[in-house]
């Protein structure tokens, strides 16, 4: 029983596919004979829009097909007869469902090819006008799209730009794919003209390098109505996307038409087809009768397409000084988006951070503001505490210093003594007088250098840095301290080589620095055998000046080392413990560093700091003694 069940199985299995019963249902095949050009840019833009369209709306995938008849450019009684004969024997054995074709000529020829080859296949058109309306839907199994080219209301739209314009110009070539749309666009230019009262320049049939030279010398307000250039007069084939990019490059006025895939190729606008809308109406009607089935009985239904639309070109607009932004209801391309528009959310987390990042800048200016303030607080308070150094550091020489002023003044007091005693003699020795006088003079002007040097010393000021001689700089505080030398019997000596650089810097403040680190050396010195103090210069890294002052007293304790220069640390009963850190606040705004160290073999202690070398030649001086340079008053 069981093996008869399967056998009756196999049977119907094998009558079933004999049948064709099993088999998938066929895929419905759609053939497109198009009148023109496959590769025209219009064309590609419809068939992109059809085939994702056609495919949404029905079930299966279909099969299509596509014949380039090229009837614009190739025609005649022969090619048609070859090209019907290769179409029966390339379709011969192929079924198709519907064929779609465009244009009044490709019509004709499909409806006889359909009739033949495929009767129940249905005839869908397009590129038909109204008034092929009557003849076309009366054919049965047909149906169809009526395509309206209206060139006056692409010159409407023109004037919508162009408001004040003189002159209309109809640019076409010698022949046309579809020349039934040729002469009614020329016949509606012509009538839009005479009823704006706008004179009509015609260039029609000529060859393109003509064409081109009319409109680069058009006159001024005018504006070009381009029917579409595929056959210029010299019989020469072209695209007429790309005749239009030619003539947009050379002519003085905007050129306006009827296809929005002109649009971007230099047309500046226009009441437009759009090719891509059309391909979406198309396949609806295909989709439509492959899923209902053949009519082949009754009217054909046709409608209007709605694919027409006003369309400018926001650069071409933009070339010309033209405004399209206030006329409602019309389409602007290539608009330059903003900022805005493209980049939303940066502009917004840009903003975020630009409002951050000011507050941030206004924060750190403030900041900045208030530590400047700060600094020039600093530096003055810096300022003062110097000048009270210097003036401590002069109190302590006080004595050394009334000393220095009473030699010359004494001196001063016998001399004039004695001029008294010569003018008492009869005659009077004028020789000796005049030297007397001489002696005045030159100890006046002794004691008036004490006091200038004194004076300077005391006085408050700001850095003013300068090139200097360290020779001279030296020699001048050495002159401050002599006096304190002589009376605590110390041996000063000076060690700069001859033709030493000079240094920058500022001299006063560099004088205190000086004056500081020799008082401090005659202090270390009390109760030593040997008292002696060197000062010395070098140049290291041939940008610097290093000076040291170098006494022989007891040496710094190692405990007290890491706190030399600590604010109001001391080692003396009475002092302050500010002299240092002043010595080395000063070095530091000169741009150098003070530091302290031993003497190396011998004993005592030495101070070092460096300076900026100036970068001046060497000045010319008379050599020095390296060793002693100086010494106390009592020894000359």
Known sequence: MRHWRRTLFLAVAGLASSLGLGASARASAILFLEQTNLSRPAYVAYMQAFSPRVRAVLAQRPEIYTENLDLGRFDGAEYRRNLDRWLREKYAAT???VVVVSGRVATHFARELRDTLWPDATLVFGALTLADAATFSAWPNATGILIEFDAGRTMEAALLVVPDALHVVYVDGARHTFPENAARSRRAVSAFAARRGLELIEFVG????ETKRGLAELPPRSIVYYGAVSVDGAGRAYVPQEVLAELAAVSAAPIFGDTDTFIGHGMTGGACLGMEALGVEMADIVGGVLRSGPATTGPSPVRRTEAFHVVFDARELQRFGLDARSIPG????FNKPTLLETNLTAVIWGSGALVLQTGLIVALFLQRRRRQRAEHEVLDQRDQIAHAGRVSVLGQLASSLAHELNQPL????????AAEIFLCASPPDLEELRAILADIRSDDQRASAVI???RAL???????????ELGALVDEVISLARSDAMAKKVTVEVDIPFGFPRIRGDRVHLQQVLLNLLVNAFQALEGSAERRVVV????VGGTMAEISVSDTGGGIPR???????EPFFTTKVKGLGMGLPICRTIIEAHGGVLWAGDSGNAPGASFYFTLLLAGDPAPTRAPRVPSPARAPAAAR
């Open 330 to 333: 019309v389409e602007v391309r």
């Open 206 to 209: 000529l060859t393109l390098a």
């Open 410 to 417: 004494a001196a001063i007091l016998r001399n004039a003594e």
């Open 452 to 454: 200038d040097r004194m």
């Open 536 to 539: 010395q210069g070098r140049v």
């Open 95 to 97: 079924k198709i469902d």
């Open 458 to 468: 005391l006085q408050r000021r700001d850095l003013d840095s300068r090139p200097l």
């Open 559 to 565: 405990a007290d080392q890491p706190r030399l220069f």
